[in-house]
């Protein structure tokens, strides 16, 4: 039985994978969804996040950014709050036009 366990263990890697597929398709169900004014501002606000958890996983888990120097991490942190950031002004500013 303790064999099993052992031989069903997920490494760390594996389970960012997985982390990052349920958050893509949580991003895609919830940006397919055709709401206006505040509620459809609400979902791209929550995308946005979504966007910045993944950017996070992705930084530490396979770029590996703690064992980098730290302007290259200060770089990789500032690239990976640009998209979310563009994405929630974005958002802001259909909302206020609207």
Do not use: D, I
């Not at 960012?16 to 958050?23: G, S, Y």
């Not at 505040?38 to 930084?59: D, E, P, S």
Request: proline share 2%; aromatic share 8%; glycine share 6%.
């Amino acid at each position: 039985m303790k064999y099993q366990l052992q031989r069903c263990a997920l490494s760390a890697t594996t389970v960012a994978w997985l982390l990052l597929c349920v958050l893509s398709v949580v991003s895609v169900v919830l940006a397919a969804q055709s709401h206006t004014g505040l509620a459809r501002m609400g979902l791209t606000l929550l995308v946005a996040l979504l966007a910045w958890a993944k950017a996070r996983v992705l930084l530490r888990r396979y770029l590996e950014v703690q064992r980098a120097g730290p302007v290259f991490v200060r770089l990789l942190q500032g690239f990976a709050v640009l998209a979310p950031l563009g994405l929630a002004a974005s958002a802001l500013r259909e909302y206020l036009l609207l």
